[in-house]
């Protein structure tokens, strides 16, 4: 048998814990040392959300033509004081970290250094995982202090924006049409409009 594990002969894809049974929360160091050691292949996709493992859904060619689409644009546009990264991984503390599609941030922050405190705005494309992105994660966004989070429905092209952070989570919620041009609030080079990038006639 190989000696390389991966992480579906290890734990199942997904599991679900009796009512009241405690589970053992995973922290981000030791679930990269099992990357490190091949015990789950680096190819894995999955999020880690207060020590629990949560795989992330495959992505369809419709994802990833929008999300290309995207990351084009962003990168023609965004100012030089600024990055944008396309699917980094967001270290949240020690058992919490995200896989946004896209994440904006200033370009003096190290990728070591990254953290939710430093994010502008997280940009996600979703097609299969919309009702995780507007449910848990956004949740999860809003937690660790990320002001601005936009959604963007891959099938209907819809953009649902989450803005103004306060203690009981977004105050400002509401959807754009792909005709309407949107702009971040704390990263004003980013501005979107998806019919402009021709996405509507796909």
């Not at 200033?106 to 502008?120: D, F, K, M, S, Y």
């Not at 989070?149 to 209907?156: F, L, M, R, S």
């Not at 977004?170 to 949107?182: K, M, R, S, V």
């Not at 704390?186 to 019919?195: F, G, H, N």
Request: aromatic share 6%.
């Amino acid at each position: 048998m190989n000696e390389r594990f991966h992480l579906d002969m290890v734990w199942p894809a997904t599991t679900q814990a009796a009512d009241g049974m405690p589970r053992r929360p995973w922290s981000v160091a030791e679930i990269e040392a099992m990357v490190a050691a091949g015990i789950i292949d680096e190819d894995e996709r999955f999020e880690l959300i207060g020590g629990e493992v949560v795989p992330m859904s495959p992505k369809g060619a419709r994802h990833e033509h929008v999300k290309g689409e995207i990351n084009a644009h962003l990168q023609r546009i965004i100012s030089n004081d600024l990055r944008a990264l396309q699917e980094t991984t967001l270290r949240l503390d020690e058992i919490a970290f995200l896989e946004p599609d896209f994440c904006v941030f200033p370009r003096a922050v190290t990728i070591e250094q990254l953290r939710g405190h430093n994010v502008l705005i997280a940009i996600e494309v979703a097609d299969t995982s919309l009702r995780y992105d507007l449910g848990r994660k956004i949740g999860v966004y809003a937690a660790y202090g990320i002001p601005e989070v936009w959604v963007i429905d891959a099938n209907t092209l819809v953009t649902h924006v989450h803005r103004r952070l306060g203690a009981q989570g977004y105050a400002d919620i509401f959807q754009a049409g792909p005709a309407e041009t949107l702009q971040a609030v704390r990263a004003p080079s980013i501005t979107m409009c998806l019919e402009q990038l021709g996405l509507t006639s796909l």
